[in-house]
Each structure stands twice: as C-alpha cells, then as structure tokens.
C-alpha cells in the first residue's frame, strides 16, 4: 500500500483486499489526527492490498463519512472486520447521522428540550 497522503490529514478510510478479480472491503476506519500514520501502522496492513482515503477538514466529516461507510457496508451484508459501530469522536458526544433514533433517545428529548435560544 503505497501512501500519498501527507502528514497530520484527517479523514476516513476503506481497507481493501484483492479477491478474484475484485476489491472486498476488509475494515472501515478514520484517523482523527495523521491518516498517513493510522494506515501505516493498521494492524490488518498485512490483509489489505489497496485502500481507498477520503481527506476532511476536521473529526466531524471524517465521522459522517466512516458511518455512511459502515452502514453502507453492513446494510449490503458485506463481511467487513469491524465488530462495533464507529465512535463519536473523543469528546463531541456526537451522534451518527445514519442511525434511528431510539426510543429511549425520544423520550429524554421530549422531557428535557433544548434551550432556545433567542
């Protein structure tokens, strides 16, 4: 895998394995700080053949774009190695943009409301 992202990039990623004639998705990821680096050293680097990259300007769009990814992904039955759903960047408490709301979510919202502002 041969890297031409420059250093401290954020963004998302899709690890790749060549299979008969086609590219299977492996691992849906996103490096926060240095993509260059977090694919340097993916432990599945050994697995992978190819990678697709997609740079952001900040945490947040490399969130949105990993969720999309991985529902995508997991929506279509495509056995990608990620066991858990992608976190919310360290801090932001942000929620994923591509899943329901539960019910237990709406009901907190219903009882306690957002502040308005003016």
């Not at 900040?58 to 759903?85: D, K, L, M, V």
């Not at 960047?89 to 942000?94: D, E, I, M, V, Y």
């Amino acid at each position: 895998m041969d890297m031409q992202i420059p250093a401290k990039t954020i963004g998302a990623y899709v690890l790749l394995r060549h299979d008969q004639q086609q590219a299977v998705p492996l691992y849906i990821g996103r490096s926060d700080t240095c993509l260059r680096r977090r694919l340097a050293y993916h432990p599945l680097r050994g697995h992978a053949t190819h990678f697709v990259a997609a740079p952001t300007r900040n945490h947040h769009q490399a969130f949105a774009i990993e969720s999309a990814w991985y529902h995508r992904y997991r929506a279509a039955g495509t056995p990608i190695a990620n066991q858990i759903h992608p976190a919310s960047p360290a801090g932001t408490g942000r929620r994923c943009p591509f899943c329901p709301e539960t019910e237990i979510e709406r009901a907190l919202r219903r009882a306690f409301p957002s502040p308005r502002t003016s």
